[in-house]
């Protein structure tokens, strides 16, 4: 059994929550009240802004809340420089990072410290996360607080990406606390109605708050309407959108959307056309943007336009060319099921240059290994099965993963079933039996090898341990349904194929309604939106509770 949802889906479920800022309806600090005092911030970067002499005290500080586990904390990163820059002098910067160990944010601070043109403190004490981010009723990061230097009252607070136009009215001096609240509440209620479902009620009131900002209420509106699966609401909402322009800070909410109403509505040929329009004026207006330009490439293969996806890849891969970890996630997403075999020379690219960067360091690539199975490249799969099967200090769950994509990945024309069974042979000694989803691969491994007796009671020990899945007793039930109609410890291999076809059809079946409540849970979760990074791991990893139920095509 595989982790199932990628990277492509990651980024849209990430996206789609980047301007929720979880809050509560009555949080004790608001707008307009004095900033309470905390002690315990270690600065490690530069220093607190608000303690420089008067003189050299600026008219605003921005401190900014984040955590080194956070990613869409660290894509604000650049944002943040660009406001440190455009507003020097007037206001300064401070990132405090909470939520977090000390010595993941010195290596952090140790790797990409240079990246943070601001300064930089970690909350030793716990004293920010509780008297400012509780108080203000925010739960979730990034979320970034502008103080008033000369009063030292709280002015703002909310998702960083979202504070420029704040920004602006404070620095030119029309910013008013109270609209601006008004403003943030009206958003809340929004939210709010959308978490429950409420989609028309949110809606009538989006249509009330149109004139008050009619490029966010557009954003909520094809949110809303994608929700609803209301595809002339939806081209609405899109046709609004475009005849705007979105800005920079609003792009990864705004493609986020788009890609989800294609996946939403794939019999509406006028929806996708916009979409993939829209999709692509943002792409344009962010040439330098990874996760945007990924995005774009997602939209244009859900259109079916493979060539000008070609295109976008090879501008991925310019991108992370000098990154090896961004280049191997370029790949494994390239290789996704869904794609087939149309990014196998990008993907090789950036496999080679992941080799060219790191060497001997750069170990087992799970993407070099999925491309070597799927160009039926018997001798680098065979190196690469002993390379896993010598190390020491072996992952079980790599391991699993490396065999399951021999078992299971249907574009695999060549049979691997022999080396896959020492994989997960070696991956259930590892774990002595005690990993359900490990379990179920060597089950599998053994069911395809003909020893369905044992396939059978290995299977039967994974449900022991995990008896609350059901698709581990479907594939229990094929296997003893195998049993039933041929020999104990042979298949012919026709039934082998149908029972295997069986079980891929009832996967697909899981793997759909799984991405389905993904997709419902980045609108319901509003109470923890801006840390949907944290609930996309849980549902890709769940590495031994609920694998299974995630893994769809691939398990």
């Known amino acids: 059994m595989k982790k199932r949802i990628g990277w492509l889906f990651g980024l849209v ?32 970067k530069g220093s607190d802004p608000m303690a420089a002499e008067e003189d050299a005290r600026p008219d605003f500080v921005v401190y900014d809340c984040w955590a080194t586990w956070c990613g869409p904390c660290i894509q604000s990163i650049p944002h943040l420089n660009e406001l440190a820059e455009k507003y020097a002098g007037r206001i300064a910067f401070a990132g405090i990072a909470v939520w977090d160990e000390q010595d993941n944010v010195k290596k952090f601070l140790d790797k990409r410290g240079g990246d943070m043109n601001y300064a930089v403190g970690f909350d030793t004490d716990g004293e920010v996360a509780e008297k400012i981010m509780k108080a203000a009723g925010q739960d979730g990061i990034p979320c970034a607080f502008v103080v008033d230097a000369a009063t030292k009252k709280l002015l703002w607070y909310g998702h960083p990406m979202t504070m420029d136009g704040v920004l602006k009215s404070m620095v030119s001096g029309t910013y008013d606390p109270a609209e601006a609240l008004a403003a943030l509440q009206a958003e809340k209620a929004i939210q709010s109605m959308m978490a429950e479902g409420k989609w028309d009620e949110a809606q009538q009131l989006v249509d009330e708050w149109t004139g008050q900002e009619p490029d966010k209420a557009a954003v909520f509106s094809l949110w809303i309407q994608v929700q609803k699966k209301d595809v002339e609401g939806a081209q609405r909402a899109l046709d609004a959108i ?7 800070t609003e792009a990864m909410n705004v493609m986020g959307l788009m890609v989800l109403a294609l996946d939403r509505f794939p019999d509406s040929a006028e929806l996708q056309q916009t979409a993939v329009a829209g999709a692509e004026k943002i792409a344009a207006a962010n040439e330098d943007d990874l996760m945007l330009q990924g995005m774009y490439w997602y939209a244009l293969n859900a259109a079916e336009r493979y060539d000008e996806a070609g295109r976008v890849a090879d501008r991925m891969l310019e991108l992370a060319w000098n990154d090896p970890e961004k280049l191997n996630e370029l790949a494994e997403g390239m290789l996704l099921d869904e794609v087939g075999a149309q990014y196998y020379a990008q993907a090789d690219r950036a496999v080679k240059r992941v080799r060219e960067l790191l060497g001997d360091a750069a170990g087992f690539n799970m993407a070099e290994f999925k491309l070597a199975a799927l160009r039926g490249e018997d001798e680098n799969v065979q190196s690469a099965v002993d390379r896993l099967l010598a190390l020491e200090d072996a992952d079980p769950e790599l391991i699993n993963t490396a065999a399951w994509e021999l078992l299971t990945n249907r574009r695999v024309e060549k049979d691997y079933t022999a080396p896959a069974l ?14 359900p989803a490990i379990l179920d691969t060597l089950a599998l491994a053994m069911f395809k090898k003909g020893q369905i007796e044992r396939a059978i009671e290995i299977e039967k020990n994974a449900i022991v341990l995990a008896p609350q899945y059901d698709f581990l007793k479907m594939q229990l039930a094929m296997f003893e349904d195998a049993l039933g109609t041929n020999e104990p410890d042979a298949v012919p291999p026709e039934e082998a194929v149908d029972v295997e076809e069986e079980t891929v059809q009832l996967e697909e079946a899981v793997q759909v309604e799984e991405a389905v409540e993904v997709e419902e849970e980045a609108v319901q979760v509003e109470e923890e939106a801006v840390e949907v990074e944290r609930e996309m791991e849980e549902i890709e990893a769940d590495t031994v509770e609920t694998e299974q139920e995630e893994t769809g095509s691939e398990q």
């Not at 475009?242 to 920079?248: D, F, G, H, I």
């Not at 020492?422 to 990993?435: H, R, V």
């Open 13 to 44: 479920v990430v996206s789609m929550a980047l301007n929720a800022v979880a809050q509560e309806a009555a949080a004790p600090l608001s707008f307009g009240d004095a900033m309470p005092e905390v002690q315990g911030v270690v600065w490690w």
């Open 242 to 248: 475009l005849q705007s322009e979105v800005k920079p």
């Open 422 to 435: 020492l994989l997960a042979e070696k991956a259930e000694a590892l774990t002595m039996g005690e990993n």
